[in-house]
Nanobody, 122 residues
Framework: QVHLAETGGGSVQAGRSLRLSCKASGAISRINGMSWYRQTPGQQRELVAAITAGGSVKYIDSVKGRFIISRDFSKNSVYLQMNDLKREDTGVYYC????????????????WGQGTQVTVSL
């Protein structure tokens, strides 16, 4: 079993920064990619940022230039530095891990964290 633990969420004013962290533990064979998804009430969970073992990254358009995803797979960890936060960044952020290789290097993995709430107010 693989367990993902997210930390770093909270409530901040627009324009401020937050840093999310996710650490995986348990029966991890290997990490091909980790990513951050976001979900708001009534909406589907959407990919915010992803990073592969090789360091390739992908961002949703709305966070480009503001968010930075990084990883330390030697520590089974991924991070999301969120700068210049906006109200529309509000949501529950979920960490995702993929341990198997796929043609789509940013494909979603089978392991999810419990989520951490990020609330941005004016």
């Amino acid at each position: 079993q693989v367990h993902l633990a997210e930390t770093g969420g909270g409530s901040v004013q627009a324009g401020r920064s937050l840093r999310l962290s996710c650490k995986a533990s348990g029966a991890i064979s290997r990490i091909n990619g980790m990513s951050w998804y976001r979900q708001t009430p009534g909406q589907q969970r959407e990919l915010v940022a992803a990073i592969t073992a090789g360091g390739s990254v992908k961002y949703i358009d709305s966070v480009k230039g503001r968010f930075i995803i990084s990883r330390d797979f030697s520590k089974n960890s991924v991070y999301l530095q969120m700068n210049d936060l906006k109200r529309e960044d509000t949501g529950v952020y979920y960490c995702n891990l993929r341990d198997h290789a796929q043609t789509d290097v940013f494909a979603v993995g089978q392991y999810w964290g419990q989520g951490t709430q990020v609330t941005v107010s004016l």
